[in-house]
């Protein structure tokens, strides 16, 4: 290699390594911006989850906030717990929609679609919780006797059907057994 390289003038010898280490830099900066690349595809990933989980969690806030409005509507009979259940569902159906949108997996999206059919259900559930309330009140009201009686026994009807569907939570919150 010395005799290789004693062939050629101090200048072009240089001018030789010059153009190795230059070659080798560009080579390094091209790993790099290909690793930065991939860098910034797991951050959008990550980030995109990240989201996801959260929208998840206030879903799940906004589902236990509804059980617990439900609770105070049932048992205390507050009027003002029935529009705070709607704006509560209405938040957790956006933010399921939301993670829907910005979900790739087709199983992913499936599921999300079963879930905010599950919501939909409680939310329907919920309303004839609140109107056979409405009605027990109004007979109870007009008439003390066996009407109320017929009432409750409509109540635990549809709590009942509503458990054996998989409406176990509205049930529970009604304070029948499951």
Do not use: C, W
């Not at 230059?22 to 990550?46: D, F, N, P, T, W």
């Not at 049932?74 to 529009?83: G, H, L, N, S, W």
């Amino acid at each position: 290699m010395d005799k290789f390289m004693g062939q050629f003038r101090i200048g072009v010898r240089i001018g030789v390594g010059f153009v190795l280490v230059v070659a080798a830099l560009i080579a390094i900066s091209l790993m790099a911006v290909y690793s930065q690349k991939e860098q910034q595809q797991r951050l959008a990933e990550y980030d995109r989850v990240a989201q996801n989980t959260l929208l998840i969690d206030q879903t799940n806030a906004q589902v236990a906030e509804m059980r617990r409005l439900l609770r105070q509507f049932i048992f205390y009979a507050d009027q003002t717990a029935k529009p705070k259940m709607d704006e509560a569902f209405n938040k957790a159906r956006s933010n399921l929609e939301a993670v829907a949108g910005l979900t790739d997996n087709a199983d992913e999206r499936a599921r999300l679609e079963d879930l905010l059919g599950q919501i939909e259900k409680f939310r329907q559930g919920v309303a004839e919780i609140i109107k056979l309330r409405e009605r027990q009140e109004v007979v109870v009201t007009e008439n003390m006797g066996s009407a109320a009686k017929i009432l409750m026994q409509d109540f635990a009807a549809l709590v009942s059907t509503m458990s054996s569907v998989g409406q176990f939570q509205i049930a529970a919150i009604a304070g029948h057994p499951v």
